[in-house]
């Protein structure tokens, strides 16, 4: 059972590229949303989709983008990267009962 | 401005002994309170919540208790086991289960 499938797990990319975070889900959840951990401030929530087709902002969206086209994807763009989004990136899907079931994360360090 | 604080960044205990975790929180409609369990390389899974409606729920070793009028939220694990040994996140919100605020974690230690 793959559960949230995130890639890549590690990248380091320079400052000012253009980066997309991949996620995949293979329970047919509804919700998916995209989390950044930093230390000393636990997780944030960026962006989040309640279903295929919307999109909503969370607590610190700007600089990325999200799309959902269908059920299964919820990648995390970041259009031009920038030092302070160096974090380690954690998507989590939910269904019925609420819960939220989380990938492993991306870690990115934006030189 | 930080509405979800966990003052203490870490926190070490013997085997067999109790283990209490604290959360703090600003915001009074935040109606349900859950905490988290990480592992190193690993995402955050779900441990035990509980509704504003409630004071106390337990779930086998762990029992979360909270407290409105002090704004306060605790998780006791009993008897603590080596595998305990985990970053916990308190989090909350006052919407969807999904969309959370947490709390920035304690690092928790149980030595043999």
């Known amino acids: 059972i793959a559960g949230i499938t995130q890639a890549p797990t590690s990248q380091i990319l320079a400052a000012g590229r253009r980066m997309t975070l991949r996620c995949t889900q293979d329970m047919r959840h509804n919700a998916m949303y995209w989390y950044r951990q930093d230390l000393g401030l636990g997780l944030r929530l960026i962006h989040y989709s309640n279903t295929a087709g919307t999109t909503g902002k969370g607590e610190v969206p700007d600089g990325y983008s999200v799309s959902r086209a269908n059920t299964d994807d919820f990648p995390l763009t970041l259009a031009s990267a920038v030092p302070s989004q160096t974090s380690v990136y954690f998507c989590?899907?939910?269904?019925?009962?609420?819960?939220?079931?989380f990938g492993e994360g991306s870690r990115l360090t934006v030189l | 401005d930080q509405q979800v604080k966990q003052n203490s960044p870490s926190l070490s205990v013997q085997e067999g002994r109790i283990s209490i975790l604290n959360c703090d929180y600003t915001?009074?409609?935040?109606?349900?309170f859950l905490w988290y369990k990480k592992y190193p390389a690993e995402g955050p899974t779900f441990l035990i919540s509980?509704?504003?409606?409630?004071d106390k729920n337990e779930d086998g070793r762990f029992t979360v208790f909270l407290n409105k009028s002090a704004k306060h939220l605790s998780l006791h694990i009993v008897p603590s086991q080596p595998g305990d040994s985990a970053v916990y996140f308190c989090?909350?919100?006052?919407?969807?289960?999904?969309?959370?605020?947490f709390g920035a974690g304690t690092q928790v230690v149980v030595t043999p």
């Open positions: 915001n009074s409609m935040f109606d349900y």
């Open positions: 989090a909350m919100t006052t919407d969807s289960w999904g969309k959370l605020q």
């Open positions: 509980i509704s504003s409606i409630k």
């Open positions: 989590a899907s939910s269904g019925s009962t609420g819960e939220l079931f």
